[in-house]
């Protein structure tokens, strides 16, 4: 996601600025420890789907860390296979309209004239749509699965990185060291990819990074809406919903996905204010 | 044959108002023609604002004219396309006055010289390194510079290796826009020199763009004075800092402080630089200008030669020259 800053300037006092945040450091401990858990998935050896009906509903205990759901399957391991569907939804789905916003960015920012008005508008068209109810939509047509479910949110999410990366375009394109590059004999690719793209990109890492706080929350309210992840594949969204029906006698099936979900974005909000306060030139020590 | 010659060159921009809407045009460059012969330098001069910059940028097909015409070595390089446009990229290029925005700040110093043997496939990689130590130990810089980055130099080491990149492809030409002006005083005078010393070296001709005449008088051998977006005198250098012929030039002349408190103070312009989205009628400069008459105000003087190669636009430059007081 983005090139990390290469200038040693850069590197050196972002670096700093970036540990020397506690809140961003918070974040980052978070997003760290979802990553820990998505990977722990692959080495737990139960079964997330092995259903045993005789230990449906335990509460929490040392034999069952958060306790079982209804066909008795266990909450910890069901918890960590999500964290995998999390990570991934938030990664491809950012991944996706990162790609397109910074295509649709740099052409508009770069060529300007009638590709601007006509890449724009679109952007415009395409944030007229209330995007919940469009991926709604959408997913109606299409099979409920995961990937569908990726390509759909990042289809509907990159409007914002297209009009970040052309209002970084517009301003680098007319600056010395561009035209400097332009007189030399530069070709567009050149110009584009090599001078200008690596100088825009601070503001779409910290874009990026809230970017999966907000395709990880649209997944989980997709599959809580029951057109998500399909059951038996756990994420936190649908277990959500299992855990709605026995909310007053089952408390840890949905106190512990929602605390998870609201974790994680939390910690990828405070990841990305953090990065974003670091790369503000503005923001003296 | 001139080097370069520029023909009544125009330029405008569109104005938006805060709302977005079309209110008015930004003449930058109105009916400009000079020539560059091989080997020479002409100075370019005048407030900010006044097109300067603008006139440089055409010339390097940055900007398109609105009219006119730029030959390089007999050869219009207006309305040619960028591929067609590139061989001629190798024998013009362009120094620029911020040497703080003119350096890629991701790039290392040996990327940014290398950049331009790569386009023009000048140098096999083998041999890369070598000549990018060469390039910047001719602007006064070490081999060990190279893998650094433009944030480590200070802003006179930032111009040299701007020097340095326009040197890289071996132009015959270089615009130079305003290239000691964002600079300390004695580090100006270096790099002033380093480009006295290109010159003698590299047989280079320069379009030296300035805002004063001081820093321009000893490295120009003519003159161009331009007052929005109109050159108003050119000259030999020599003979426009003796005798100059337009009250604009006068006044830039008086404007150099003289280090002699005995010196006789001459009186100094009076206004501000107009609009130029809506300059004056007649001649632009009537409204700050000490000779301005009826005529001035109704009819714009065209650029006339008064003497040998002494061009003038101004209705009363027999006059100019009564109140410069030289001690």
Redesign the interface.
Known sequence: MGSL?????LRDVVWRRLLNNRMALAGAAIVLFMFIMAVAASFTSVDPAAIDVSKSLQPPSWEHPLGTDDLGREVLVRMLYGARISLLVGFVAVGISTLIGILCGALAGYYGGWVDAVVMRFVDIMLCFPTFFLILAVIAFLDPSIWNIMIVIGLTSWMGVARLVRAEFLSLRQ???V??????????V?LIF??IL??ALSPVLVSATLGVAGAILTESALSFLGIGVQPPTPSWGNMLIIGKQTLGSAWWLSVFPGVAILITVLGYNLLGEGIRDALDPRIKE | MALLEVKNLRKSFKVLDPLGRNSGRLVAVDNVSFTINAGETLGLVGESGCGKSTTG?LI?Q?LKPDQGQIYYAGTELTGLS?AK??PW??RM??I???PF???????TIGAILS??LI??RLVPARQMRDRVIELLEKVGLSAEHEQR?P??FSGGQRQRI?IA?AL??EPELIIADEPVSALDLSVQAQVLNLLKQLREEQQLSYLFIAHDLAVIEHVSDRIAVMYLGNIVELCAASELYKNPRHPYTEALLNAVPVPDPHHARPLALTGEIPSPVNPPGGCHFHPRCPYADHRCRQQAPALETITGDHQVACHHSDQVGRYLVRG
């Open positions: 800053p290469r200038s040693s300037f600056r010395d060291f035209l400097a590059a332009q007189v030399l004999g530069a070709s567009d050149r090599r001078h690596p100088n | 940028k390097l940055l960028a446009m590139r990229r190798r290029q362009m620029f006055q911020d925005s003119s350096l890629n700040p991701r790039m950049e331009p386009i023009h980055y944030h480590e701007g990149r890289a492809v």
